[in-house]
């Protein structure tokens, strides 16, 4: 079975600084998507970003980037110019493209931004 | 882009009574939609699976005779919490899909309190 393992409960990072959460899964297909979500206090999951497991480029999005070790299987989420709006839950979560089609997420790390 | 909403958003019931929560997908037909859990400070955890005109698939674990999942329509899909205690509070968050299976479109969520 899939799983998906955030080891960082909780992370700090100063306004404008970069900070990088923690992600790393274990499954034995080849082919599956990966995800960060954010949750901010209102509860609602945004998608931050994505990974397809069969690109080798990393994805970005503005001020979010990912490093997507595929052998290692590890997928970590890099926030650049950290801005007090970034403060949230953020889930990493796993989609295999066969089989049961579901999200597998991660226990979650806070992340908080200091003025 | 694609919007689910849910109502409502928050319900306060007395024990032994049961609930029903909506999730509405508003600009998309979804022949998916997930139902989740989540207690304060963790995770998302799934509860079932509803396609449109057939059965729901629960996860292990859930009782399928206390949380009655119904996916009428393409746009609707319900739980209802059958004689609810205060147990049964927490955040309940549904997604649909909009056929592409990896990409789901989260609801704003309803916190159902048990008395």
């Known amino acids: 079975a899939q799983t998906v393992t955030q080891s960082q409960p909780e992370m700090s990072v100063q306004e404008a600084e970069t900070v990088t959460l923690s992600c790393t899964y274990d499954?034995?297909?080849?082919?599956?998507?990966l995800f960060w979500y954010k949750q901010p206090p209102s509860r609602q999951m945004i998608l931050v970003i994505r990974q397809e497991a069969y690109k080798q480029q990393n994805a970005t999005e503005n001020r979010f980037s990912v490093n997507f070790q595929k052998a290692a299987k590890s997928f970590s989420l890099k926030i650049s110019d950290s801005q007090l709006g970034d403060a949230a839950m953020y889930f990493c979560?796993?989609?295999?493209?066969?089989?049961?089609?579901?999200?597998?997420f991660g226990t979650g790390t806070r992340l908080k931004v200091l003025a | 882009g694609a919007v689910v909403s849910q109502h409502p958003s928050r319900v306060i019931c007395k024990s032994g009574t049961s609930v029903k929560i909506e999730c509405r997908s508003l600009?998309?037909?979804?022949?998916?939609m997930f139902w989740y859990r989540q207690f304060p400070k963790q995770s998302l955890m799934l509860m079932a699976t509803s396609n449109e005109g057939s059965k729901a698939t629960y996860e292990q674990g859930v009782e399928k005779d206390k949380f009655l999942i119904n996916h009428a329509s393409l746009t609707l899909s319900t739980l209802t919490v059958t004689s609810a205690h205060p147990e049964d509070s927490s955040f309940y968050i549904c997604s649909a899909g909009t056929g592409i299976p990896y990409e789901q479109y989260f609801g704003p969520g309803t916190r159902l309190t048990v008395t």
């Open positions: 499954t034995s297909e080849s082919d599956y998507y």
């Open positions: 600009d998309f037909q979804a022949t998916t």
């Open positions: 979560a796993y989609w295999a493209t066969s089989g049961t089609y579901k999200y597998i």
